[in-house]
């Protein structure tokens, strides 16, 4: 007989939440208005798309005048070039791209095994990965290592 109370009051209240639920007496949206006529729209052009040109910059160059050359990292470490690096040695894929967008990639004598961005990179000697060759890289006597 108890469960009976139970279930009768568990479909009473699943009644009335479904009915909570149903359709209201009232429309909640406006009513839909007669199409009215229109006029058709009108085309408006299209400009053709245009490419502009590329500006092509010169390679930038160290002038004379810029070395000796100091520079400070974070730790306000100072380090001074004497004279422009002719071989440098790049130890991160970022660097190596970066070396090449700003056209220097010549003076780039090795890159690390993660380097593959420009193809040009791809031929340089790899001088290793997570465990650098350090004796590779001092036996090519680099002016920079990036």
């Not at 909640?28 to 007669?34: D, H, K, M, Y």
């Not at 071989?87 to 070396?99: F, R, Y």
């Amino acid at each position: 007989m108890r469960y009976t109370y139970r279930r009768l009051i568990f479909l009473f209240v699943l009644l009335a939440a479904l009915a909570a639920c149903g359709p209201s007496a009232t429309p909640t949206t406006a009513p839909i208005a007669a199409p009215t006529a229109t006029t058709a729209p009108v085309a408006t052009p299209i400009p053709a798309p245009t490419i502009a040109p590329t500006p092509t910059a010169p390679a930038p160059t160290a002038t004379p005048s810029a070395f000796p050359l100091t520079v400070s990292d974070a730790a306000e470490r100072k380090v001074t070039l004497a004279k422009a690096p002719q071989k440098s040695v790049s130890l991160a894929p970022s660097n190596t791209g970066i070396v090449f967008a700003i056209g220097l990639g010549g003076k780039l004598v090795a890159i690390d095994d993660f380097s593959d961005f420009p193809a040009e990179a791809k031929g340089l000697p790899h001088i290793g990965g997570f465990k650098l060759n350090f004796e590779q890289i001092v036996a090519l006597t680099p002016d920079l290592v990036l």
